[in-house]
């Protein structure tokens, strides 16, 4: 079974802070990616990854950076958090696109 | 752009009752369909992926099928169960953008016993 790891479940932090999420997943897959979902606004693609170092803006890049070092390592960045990023983050990994795509359990991130 | 619908927002049946689950997508060039469940507070699970080329795919007492050139997939849940309540996700992968899935809003099931 495909495993898709986050490293927290819950997490609060102070805006203004740098806040980093991190994503592991342990099938080899080539792609990786970052979302967040909000009540009635559903799931949004924040960034993607389709190889090591490589990354593309998903539809809400701004705010966040992402990187990839190694290929089962996929990392989320707030580079100063605001309390509009207080959300649910889904990271999720997929081999190709005619595969599906596994999602991890998710991590609940509150900036106060 | 790829917009993706599912109707109704929520639904709630007796155990044992056979359902049917709505998807509808604008762009019918598309790579392939899949359906997830998401539980409350939890990540999403993959259910089922239909590529393009396909009618059908079963797991289980789950039936998901494709018409492609109508922009439909149906969820189809023999048999519920209080353990199928849970919100159900569509998202297809568009040939135009391939690397991104686009999500439905969901629905959520409740199944009593």
């Known amino acids: 079974d495909v495993k898709v790891t986050q490293s927290s479940r819950y997490l609060v932090k102070r805006t203004g802070e740098k806040v980093f999420l991190e994503c592991v997943q342990d099938m080899d897959h080539e792609n990786m990616f970052w979302y967040r979902q909000d009540p009635g606004l559903g799931l949004r693609l924040i960034y993607f990854s389709y190889d090591v170092k490589m990354k593309e803006k998903g539809d809400i890049p701004e705010g966040y950076s992402v990187s990839r070092e190694k290929k089962e390592r996929f990392s989320l960045i707030l580079e100063s958090a605001s309390t509009n990023q207080t959300s649910m983050y889904l990271c999720?990994?997929?081999?190709?696109?005619?595969?599906?795509?596994?999602f991890g359990d998710g991590t609940r991130l509150s900036i106060l | 752009k790829q917009e993706v619908t599912q109707i109704p927002a929520a639904l709630s049946v007796p155990e044992g009752e056979n359902l049917v689950l709505n998807c509808s997508f604008t762009d019918s060039a598309i790579y392939n369909l899949q359906w997830f469940r998401q539980d409350p507070g939890k990540g999403l699970t993959s259910l089922l992926l239909i590529q393009s080329s396909q009618r059908e795919q079963t797991s289980g007492r789950l039936n998901a099928s494709l018409d492609k050139s109508s922009g439909r997939s149906t969820l189809y849940i023999a048999a519920s169960q209080p353990g199928d309540s849970a919100t159900y996700l569509c998202a297809v992968r568009s040939v135009l953008s391939f690397q991104k899935l686009v999500f439905g809003t969901g629905t959520r099931l409740l199944v009593s016993p």
């Open positions: 999720a990994s997929m081999r190709q696109i005619n595969q599906p795509q596994h």
